[in-house]
C-alpha cells in the first residue's frame, strides 16, 4: 500500500478581482521531497503558498493533504500538520525566545525539551533567553524556524511552507538553513515547499523546482531540467545567461 | 561590548509575584477602610465595638466605595491588556480609544432623551455607547494590514473627538439636574456607590476577566502577527468579537456606575508586563491585580489628600497615569532607534 503524497493540487485556480493569481496548477510533492517555487515578484509564489497553508480557499480546483481535502481541516487540526514561516510583523512587546518558540503551540503548555531541542536544531540555543525583539534578521528567521519545529514536533508527512527565507540572510547562514531544510526533510519525511529568487538554492537541495509567471507553471520537474538559460529567460521575460 | 538585552523566562516567579501582589492589594483595600473625613478606630473595628455611626460608614459607605474601586480597577486593567495584545498595540486602551467616552454620550443621550435619572438606569445606554465604538474600531482596524499603530490611534482620537462632541451637544440640552448626573461623568467617583451598583461591577467584572483569560493564550500567539497566529491554529474572527464584547460591556457597566477613570487600562497592565513579561496568560490577572490596586490607592488619594474636600478620582488615576505613559513613548522610541 502506497502512501498518498503529502501535497497535492489538481487544476488549482485562485482568481481575485477578475485577475488570475494561480492558473490551473496541478502539483504533487511527497513526504522526504523539497520543492522550491521561483518566478519573477508577482508571479504567485506567495499567493500559492498562501493557498497552500490554507489561509484562503481556492476559486477553483482542489487541494489535498494526506490525501483528505484542505478545508475538512479545522484551523487547530492544520497547525499539527503544517507549518508556514513568512514574514512576520516586529513583536509589540519584549518576548524571550523561549517564549517565542513555545508559541509554536499556543494551546499547550510549553513542552521545554522540545522547545530546547528545536532551538537546538536551528543552532540558536545560545539565545534563548534573550528578548526575540532584539534579534538580528537572520536570528530571527532561525528562531521562526525553530518555533516551526517545534509546532510540528516529529510528526511524519508534515508540511512545511516558506515564503523566501533567505531574503535576509548571508552566505553562511543561507548555506545553514538550505541544509537545514535538507536534513529536516530527508530525516523526518516532510513535505517542503519555498519560495526564493536564487536557482542555486533550488538546485543545492530542491528535488522539484517549478517555475511559475502569472500564476500559470512554465516548468515543473527536476531543478536540472527546470532551471535552464531558455526557461529562466521566457519566465523573466529578458535575457538571462544564468547557468552554464 | 554592549550587554545583550535578556527577556528572562518568568514563569516560575509568576505565581509568587501574583500571590504578592493579592497580599498587598487585599491589605491596602482592608486599610482604606479606615481612611476617610469620619475617622473609624482599628482598636474599636477588631474587638467588635464600632458605633452606630461608624458601622453605618462602614457599610454602606466605604465597604461599596472599596469594593468599587476594586471592580472598576481590575476591569480596566484585564480589559488595556487584553486589548493592546488584540490591536498589537502598547497604547491601545479603552480610554485612548473612545471607549469611555462614547460610553459617557450613550448614557447622556439616554438621560436627556430618554429621562434616566440615576446612575443605575445609566448602563444601557452606556453599554450601547461603549458597544458601537469598539465595533466601529474593529470595523476599521480589520480593514488594516498589521502595523497599523497611527491609524488606530487616529481612529481612537478621531473617535473620542466624535463622542466629545456629541457629548457637548447633549449637554447642551440637558437640565440643571441632569447637568450634575453628567458632571459625575467627567470627573469619575467610586463614592456613593449602591450595594446594587457594586454587585453589577463585580459580576460583569468576574465575568468579563473569566471570559478574557479562557482568550489569552490565543491572545498571545497574536504577538506573532494575525497571519501567523492563523496558521497556529487560532480563530481570529471569533476572538475578536469575544474581546471586543467583554472588554466593551465591562468598561461600559464600570463607566456607567463610576465615570471615567483614565490610564488605569494603560498603567495596570505595562507594570504587569514590566513584572511578569509579556505573554497574556500572566498578564491578563495580574494587571487587574494591579489595576485594582492603583484604583483603591488613587481613591484613597482622593478623599484624603484634601479632606474633607473629595478631589475627582479620574484626575488623581490621570496623575498616575501620564508619568507611565510618557516613559512608555520615550523608551518605545528609544528600543525602535536601538534596533535600526
Known sequence: MSLPPVLETHALNVVRNTTRLIDSLSLSLSGGRVLALLGANGAGKSTLLAALAGEFAATSGSIRLNGKPLEVYTHESLAEIRALNAVEPPLTFSLSVFDFVSLGRPFSEPQSESVRGALAECHATQWVNRDAASLSSGELLRVQLARSLYQLGNAPNSLWLLDEPFAHLDLAQRDFVLKLLRQIATTRRWAIAFSTHEPRDAIAIADEALLLRRGAAIAYGAPSAVLTNEQLTQCFETQLEYTS | ?340
Open chain 2, 1 to 340: 561590548m554592549f550587554a545583550e538585552p535578556v527577556a528572562p523566562s518568568r514563569s516560575r516567579s509568576f505565581a509568587k509575584t501574583l500571590s504578592i501582589a493579592l497580599g498587598v492589594l487585599s491589605l491596602v483595600s482592608v486599610l482604606s477602610l479606615g481612611v476617610g473625613t469620619y475617622p473609624i478606630s482599628w482598636g474599636d473595628f477588631l474587638s467588635g465595638s464600632l458605633g452606630d455611626t461608624e458601622r453605618s460608614v462602614l457599610l454602606s459607605l466605604r465597604a461599596p466605595r472599596v469594593l468599587a474601586a476594586l471592580a472598576a480597577g481590575a476591569t480596566f486593567g484585564v480589559a488595556g491588556a487584553a486589548m493592546q495584545s488584540l490591536f498589537r498595540n502598547a497604547l491601545a486602551e479603552p480610554g485612548l480609544l473612545g471607549v469611555p467616552t462614547a460610553a459617557a454620550l450613550g448614557a447622556a443621550t439616554s438621560l436627556v432623551f430618554l429621562s434616566a435619572n440615576s446612575s443605575f438606569s445609566l448602563w444601557p445606554g452606556a453599554l450601547i455607547g461603549a458597544s458601537v465604538a469598539m465595533f466601529a474600531l474593529l470595523a476599521f482596524i480589520q480593514r488594516q494590514h498589521h502595523g497599523a499603530t497611527a491609524q488606530l490611534l487616529l481612529i481612537g482620537v478621531a473617535l473620542n473627538a466624535a463622542c466629545a462632541a456629541g457629548l457637548a451637544l447633549v449637554t447642551s440640552l440637558a437640565t440643571e439636574a441632569q447637568l450634575r448626573t453628567l458632571a459625575f461623568w467627567m470627573l469619575g467617583s467610586f463614592s456613593n456607590q449602591s450595594w446594587g451598583a457594586v454587585a453589577a461591577m463585580i459580576s460583569v467584572s468576574l465575568l468579563a476577566m473569566a471570559m478574557l483569560l479562557r482568550d489569552s493564550r490565543s491572545l498571545g500567539a497574536l504577538a506573532l502577527g494575525e497571519r501567523t497566529a492563523k496558521t497556529l491554529g487560532v480563530s481570529l474572527r471569533g476572538l475578536r468579537a469575544r474581546v471586543a464584547i467583554a472588554c466593551a460591556f465591562a468598561v461600559a457597566i464600570v463607566t456607567a456606575f463610576c465615570g471615567s477613570v483614565a490610564f488605569i487600562g494603560l498603567a495596570g497592565p505595562h507594570i504587569a508586563r514590566l513584572l511578569v513579561g509579556a505573554q497574556p496568560s500572566r498578564v491578563l490577572p495580574l494587571a487587574a491585580v494591579i489595576g485594582a490596586l492603583l484604583c483603591v490607592i488613587a481613591d484613597v488619594i482622593a478623599r484624603a489628600l484634601a479632606a474633607p474636600v473629595e478631589l475627582p478620582v479620574g484626575a488623581i488615576t490621570s496623575f498616575i497615569g501620564v508619568p507611565i505613559l510618557l516613559a512608555l513613548v520615550v523608551s518605545n522610541a528609544r528600543l525602535r532607534a536601538e534596533r535600526l
